[in-house]
């Protein structure tokens, strides 16, 4: 590993003097420079211009100062922060759902770290301040750019199902109904519990790719949790409307919640010493001290102990084992790359996410449309208004899309996908067929999964909670990132200052149906179907291989995740949208059913009385499309490569529905 470095400093102010204490180092601490041809060949960051915001004055604001125009002083959560404009940087770039997150990977990228770097960074302050979205007891799947070998892997990190959990595991205590059902719910109990794989594959990931020590890029973190911050907006409406479940674990009640139960509020100074030590151990010892000792039987006693909760009713313990954490396996996979319009290689993440094959056939199916011809109208700095025709064809493609993935996607290391590889589902041919299914002037409702022997059955899951993490590096390696405990605040089982997931949910808790295995059924070692879909694009190369990487993103939002990431994937490469328009861009599209989204958060879309007075509401409603408004909350996170004043520049742009900000230099 190359450890050619300046040291990381970072500044975590307690106080307004502090503040411009550490205002005035990085103002000092400038090294200067800045190049012509900066995505090329960087020259070393101007640190009076790196890592900060600008403030309405143009001053520039430290990340977490508490100084005016600082993006981390916590605001209520609302639901759309509407003209927010897209920023500009040339050597690097991230763009993370919290303002001391991105400040943290930014102040990696800056000491000469790299993207994986500043992954690792982000991800043990996102633990730490968005507990509710992410954490190292979750897992995370990541796609990696590697600039230098022009290569794209996927890291797979997620949770796996333990060695002793039978295809009943979520349903039932035993292996029949008589034993009686997990305890309060399956989600609340142990049993909903994966193995975490974040850690494990931010390790491997670090192998591969790390230019810092990693006992540094746990030290953010540390320090944060040492010190404290004041509660966000999120994190705050997250602990409120989990309080009763927190309460019924002592360690989580002990970190989240008064003496009397009242969750901490938005803006409470909010420290977390267990987390800061369990980091500290991995800083000493590694991403595998996560896996054995101490933290391992941390968490196998949290999953398994058969207990009441504070409140005297029980919590079915889960099964985990020492044994499971010891084993746990990260994954490098082939990225999933197609091309999309003969004009991008658009690379995803394989299974065990739909998310790739479901985005990628959706575009395969749109490519035999033109897009171009059906832009926003009145574009302006939040998207403008999709078009009635835009939103039908996508929408119409993504019901296809569902319906396949819904049939034929799980875990591939458990059931092979039709002909043994996801190119079968992706085939041109095939989705040409499948985009002559399409009724310019009638909604098909739902769609029925092409032909390729019996379909799997089907049990929808329910999904909610995770985080994107978008980066860009000063040598132009770059990570889409996807990372979750699942739902808000995972299981509500906390240990050692962090909170496990309930991935395991995301698994059909019902084996068989009509007779036939569920394709997504429990299985021991498995690891849940997800909707996670981080994406890299590139442009084409007139020999049709990989060009200069044009665009990175992805988002939270569960099975919605497909449709966030096809929507900003359009509204960049059709329809020229900047990364924070099309990040902006009102969320819209369909899962297999009836009903198209048309996120009603949105200022361009009239929400009252149900979209009555909307005219892109009104005219899906004509081509015979259910139209639901309800507040879309994708948290879309991109970067994209453009020019400004005749330079390269990285363009980035935060979902205004969150609390995120990009920052570089
Ligand atoms: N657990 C979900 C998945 O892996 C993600 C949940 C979310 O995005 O909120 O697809």
């Given at each position: 590993?190359?450890?050619?470095?300046?040291?990381?400093?970072?500044?975590?102010?307690?106080?307004?003097?502090?503040?411009?204490?550490?205002?005035?180092?990085?103002?000092?601490?400038?090294?200067?420079?800045?190049?012509?041809?900066?995505?090329?060949?960087?020259?070393?960051?101007?640190?009076?211009?790196?890592?900060?915001?600008?403030?309405?004055?143009?001053?520039?604001?430290?990340?977490?100062?508490?100084?005016?125009?600082?993006?981390?002083?916590?605001?209520?959560?609302?639901g759309y922060?509407p003209n927010?404009?897209?920023?500009?940087?040339?050597?690097?770039?991230?763009?993370?759902?919290?303002?001391?997150?991105?400040?943290?990977?930014?102040?990696?990228?800056?000491?000469?770290?790299?993207?994986?770097?500043?992954?690792?960074?982000?991800?043990?302050?996102?633990?730490?301040?968005?507990?509710?979205?992410?954490?190292?007891?979750?897992?995370?799947?990541?796609?990696?750019?590697?600039?230098?070998?022009?290569?794209?892997?996927?890291?797979?990190?997620?949770?796996?199902?333990?060695?002793?959990?039978?295809?009943?595991?979520?349903?039932?205590?035993?292996?029949?109904?008589?034993?009686?059902?997990?305890?309060?719910?399956?989600?609340?109990?142990?049993?909903?519990?994966?193995?975490?794989?974040?850690?494990?594959?931010?390790?491997?990931?670090?192998?591969?790719?790390?230019?810092?020590?990693?006992?540094?890029?746990?030290?953010?973190?540390?320090?944060?949790?040492?010190?404290?911050?004041?509660?966000?907006?999120?994190?705050?409406?997250?602990?409120?409307?989990?309080?009763?479940?927190?309460?019924?674990?002592?360690?989580?009640?002990?970190?989240?919640?008064?003496?009397?139960?009242?969750?901490?509020?938005?803006?409470?100074?909010?420290?977390?010493?267990?987390?800061?030590?369990?980091?500290?151990?991995?800083?000493?010892?590694?991403?595998?001290?996560?896996?054995?000792?101490?933290?391992?039987?941390?968490?196998?006693?949290?999953?398994?102990?058969?207990?009441?909760?504070?409140?005297?009713?029980?919590?079915?313990?889960?099964?985990?084992?020492?044994?499971?954490?010891?084993?746990?396996?990260?994954?490098?996979?082939?990225?999933?790359?197609?091309?999309?319009?003969?004009?991008?290689?658009?690379?995803?993440?394989?299974?065990?996410?739909?998310?790739?094959?479901?985005?990628?056939?959706?575009?395969?199916?749109?490519?035999?449309?033109?897009?171009?011809?059906?832009?926003p109208t009145g574009?302006d700095?939040n998207g403008g208004k999709p078009s009635v025709?835009g939103v039908?064809?996508?929408?119409?493609?993504?019901?296809?899309?569902?319906?396949?993935?819904?049939?034929?996607?799980?875990?591939?290391?458990?059931?092979?996908?039709?002909?043994?590889?996801?190119?079968?589902?992706?085939?041109?041919?095939?989705?040409?067929?499948?985009?002559?299914?399409?009724?310019?002037?009638?909604?098909?409702?739902?769609?029925?999964?092409?032909?390729?022997?019996?379909?799997?059955?089907?049990?929808?899951?329910?999904?909610?909670?995770?985080?994107?993490?978008?980066?860009?590096?000063?040598?132009?390696?770059?990570?889409?990132?996807?990372?979750?405990?699942?739902?808000?605040?995972?299981?509500?089982?906390?240990?050692?200052?962090?909170?496990?997931?309930?991935?395991?949910?995301?698994?059909?808790?019902?084996?068989?149906?009509?007779?036939?295995?569920?394709?997504?059924?429990?299985?021991?070692?498995?690891?849940?179907?997800?909707?996670?879909?981080?994406?890299?694009?590139?442009?084409?190369?007139?020999?049709?291989?990989?060009?200069?990487?044009?665009?990175?993103?992805?988002?939270?939002?569960?099975?919605?995740?497909?449709?966030?990431?096809?929507?900003?994937?359009?509204?960049?490469?059709?329809?020229?949208?900047?990364?924070?328009?099309?990040?902006s861009l009102v969320d819209f599209?369909?899962?297999?059913?009836?009903?198209t989204n048309v996120g009603g958060e949105h200022p361009a879309i009239d929400a009252a009385n149900g979209g009555a007075n909307d005219a892109l509401v009104q005219g899906l409603k004509a081509?015979?499309h259910t139209v639901s408004v309800n507040a879309q909350?994708?948290?879309?996170?991109?970067?994209?490569?453009?020019?400004?004043?005749?330079?390269?520049?990285?363009?980035?742009?935060?979902?205004?529905r969150?609390?995120?900000?990009?920052?570089?230099?």
């Open positions: 590993m190359d450890t050619v470095r300046r040291p990381l400093a970072f500044f975590p102010p307690r106080s307004v003097a502090q503040a411009a204490a550490a205002t005035a180092i990085l103002l000092l601490a400038s090294c200067g420079g800045s190049s012509d041809n900066a995505l090329d060949t960087p020259p070393p960051p101007d640190r009076t211009q790196t890592c900060v915001v600008q403030s309405d004055g143009g001053q520039s604001v430290v990340v977490g100062s508490g100084l005016p125009g600082d993006p981390a002083a916590p605001e209520p959560a609302s922060r927010r404009a897209a920023t500009y940087a040339h050597q690097f770039m991230v763009s993370t759902a919290n303002p001391l997150a991105s400040k943290a990977g930014c102040e990696v990228l800056q000491a000469g770290g790299s993207a994986v770097d500043a992954a690792v960074a982000v991800q043990m302050v996102l633990g730490l301040v968005e507990p509710q979205s992410s954490g190292i007891g979750g897992g995370a799947f990541m796609l990696h750019y590697d600039a230098a070998q022009r290569k794209v892997v996927a890291y797979d990190g997620r949770e796996t199902a333990p060695a002793a959990a039978t295809e009943n595991y979520l349903r039932w205590i035993g292996d029949s109904a008589d034993s009686g059902t997990p305890q309060p719910s399956a989600r609340a109990s142990g049993r909903s519990i994966g193995t975490p794989g974040a850690v494990r594959m931010l390790g491997l990931a670090h192998g591969d790719h790390g230019r810092l020590p990693w006992r540094e890029l746990m030290q953010p973190a540390i320090t944060l949790a040492q010190q404290g911050f004041q509660i966000s907006g999120r994190m705050a409406a997250a602990l409120e409307r989990a309080a009763p479940a927190l309460a019924r674990d002592p360690d989580a009640a002990a970190l989240y919640l008064h003496a009397d139960g009242r969750p901490l509020p938005l803006g409470a100074l909010f420290k977390n010493p267990a987390y800061a030590a369990t980091l500290s151990t991995l800083a000493a010892q590694g991403a595998d001290a996560f896996y054995t000792g101490d933290i391992a039987q941390g968490i196998v006693r949290k999953i398994g102990l058969d207990r009441s909760a504070t409140d005297g009713s029980a919590i079915t313990p889960g099964l985990t084992t020492l044994a499971d954490l010891a084993s746990y396996q990260a994954k490098r996979r082939p990225a999933l790359c197609t091309t999309y319009r003969m004009r991008y290689m658009v690379c995803g993440m394989p299974p065990p996410s739909s998310g790739g094959v479901a985005v990628a056939s959706a575009l395969g199916i749109l490519e035999n449309f033109d897009l171009a011809a059906h832009p574009i700095l025709m039908h064809l996508i929408s119409e493609a993504q019901r296809l899309a569902y319906a396949d993935r819904d049939a034929y996607v799980a875990d591939t290391d458990f059931v092979p996908l039709p002909g043994g590889s996801w190119q079968t589902l992706l085939d041109k041919h095939y989705l040409k067929q499948r985009a002559s299914l399409i009724d310019p002037g009638r909604s098909m409702g739902r769609a029925r999964p092409g032909d390729f022997g019996p379909p799997q059955a089907v049990v929808p899951t329910q999904e909610a909670g995770t985080s994107q993490v978008t980066i860009v590096d000063s040598r132009g390696n770059a990570v889409s990132m996807t990372t979750t405990v699942e739902a808000s605040m995972g299981s509500y089982h906390v240990t050692q200052g962090f909170v496990l997931n309930n991935q395991l949910t995301d698994f059909a808790a019902v084996p068989h149906v009509n007779g036939a295995p569920v394709a997504n059924r429990v299985q021991p070692g498995k690891r849940p179907r997800s909707s996670m879909a981080p994406t890299l694009v590139f442009d084409l190369t007139p020999e049709g291989g990989m060009g200069p990487l044009r665009l990175a993103t992805g988002s939270p939002g569960g099975g919605t995740i497909i449709q966030y990431v096809t929507k900003t994937l359009v509204a960049a490469l059709d329809w020229g949208l900047d990364a924070q328009q099309a990040t599209g369909a899962a297999n059913s009836p009903t081509l015979g909350s994708s948290g879309i996170a991109t970067i994209a490569r453009g020019q400004r004043d005749g330079r390269p520049v990285w363009v980035g742009g935060a979902d205004p969150r609390e995120g900000i990009v920052l570089g230099h």
